[in-house]
């Protein structure tokens, strides 16, 4: 095991990502949204340009367009600059990522470890990264190494020796309360399976849901069924409620047509008991925000 795994390195702080951010330069981030126009534009997409944007921004650190465009040299989208191959191009980025002290770039790194994606593949050296873009607040990290905490097997490895479910917690908790919904699931799931704790594991298939969990209102939207105790997938102790069973299919749909969505609107939308249903007329805040 990396030694991210040594006892003596176990201890997780609640970290938020956007804590260790540096400033975007105000032009640098002009050419940034202008490349995001452009990625979102119907129709075919002028990745040239979108490319020439983003490599402008990071020449002025734009730690989002480095984010970005090494996903989109990944990806096979952007080609790479003369003289470089895709691979050589987003590890150079990433690196000045890390230089930065970027927890996105720790991730990236750790996850071109993972896969071998223009650096040597070394499991070890990924988890390293990974926890380290952890502890500096990505989402995306705190996911990744809390998975491996809550785990009591690992594959080829069997009985996992960092299985340290308390700290496996505490990292999902913080990266689904930073929007990561599939951390939300993943835990709630935790809670329901393992713990056999359903308030817990409602509460968190709810946090879930608001950051865009399909998965998690597929099983509120079961569970508030009422389904017999003796239904291990769908029971979680709650009443049966006919209009919650409907809003929470109405949220499902919604995410599975646009699965980008999110409902930071959901207590207005569809509460958990003890709360009353509010009236609600059907539509989302996200979508109100992008009509706006």
Same mark, same amino acid.
């Given at each position: 095991? %990396? ?30 949204? &202008?490349?995001?126009? /452009? ?29 970005? =465009? &090494? ?5 096979? /989208? ?5 003289? *470089? ?10 690196? !000045? ?15 071109? /470890? ?13 988890? %390293?990264?990974? #926890?380290?873009?952890?502890? @500096? ?16 097997? /690992? ?6 020796? %960092? ?6 917690? *505490? ?6 309360? &930073? ?6 699931? &993943? ?14 594991? +409602? ?5 879930? +849901? #608001?950051?865009?969990? =399909?998965?998690?209102? !597929?099983?509120? *939207?079961?569970?508030?069924? %009422? ?8 029971? =979680? ?6 209009? #919650?069973?409907? #809003?929470?299919?109405?949220?499902? *749909?919604? @995410? !599975?047509?646009?699965?980008?969505? !999110? ?30």
């Amino acid at each position: 095991m %990396a030694s991210a795994f040594l006892e003596e390195n176990l201890q997780f702080t609640f970290v938020n990502e956007a804590d260790n951010h540096p400033p975007l330069d105000p032009e640098a981030d002009g050419w940034f949204k &202008q490349a995001r126009v /452009l990625e979102k534009a119907t129709g075919p997409k002028d990745y040239e340009a979108i490319g020439s944007l983003y490599r402008k921004a990071i020449a002025r650190d734009h730690y989002k367009a480095m984010r970005n =465009l &090494q996903n989109l040299l990944m990806d096979g /989208l952007v080609k790479p600059l003369p003289g *470089k191959t895709a691979p050589e191009e987003a590890v150079g980025i990433v690196e !000045r990522m890390i230089k930065l002290n970027i927890p996105a770039g720790y991730y990236a790194m750790g996850y071109y /470890l993972e896969m071998g994606y223009g650096v040597e593949q070394d499991r070890s050296a990924s988890i %390293a990264y990974f #926890r380290k873009s952890a502890d @500096l607040g990505s989402p995306e990290g705190q996911y990744k190494i809390g998975q491996i905490f809550l785990s009591q097997l /690992l594959p080829e490895l069997g009985d996992n020796p %960092a299985y340290r479910p308390d700290i496996g917690k *505490k990292m999902l908790d913080c990266s689904v309360k &930073q929007g990561f919904g599939e951390s939300g699931y &993943q835990l709630a799931l935790h809670f329901y399976i393992v713990d056999k704790d359903y308030p817990s594991a +409602v509460k968190y298939f709810q946090l879930a +849901v #608001r950051n865009g969990s =399909l998965l998690s209102a !597929r099983q509120l *939207k079961s569970s508030f069924n %009422a389904p017999l105790i003796t239904d291990k997938t769908n029971y =979680l102790a709650l009443e049966k409620d006919p209009e #919650r069973v409907r #809003r929470y299919e109405l949220i499902q *749909k919604e @995410l !599975r047509y646009h699965p980008e969505a !999110r409902f930071p609107d959901i207590d207005k939308i569809v509460p958990l008991p003890p709360a009353e249903l509010p009236a609600w007329d059907g539509t989302f805040e996200y979508n109100k925000a992008i009509q706006e």
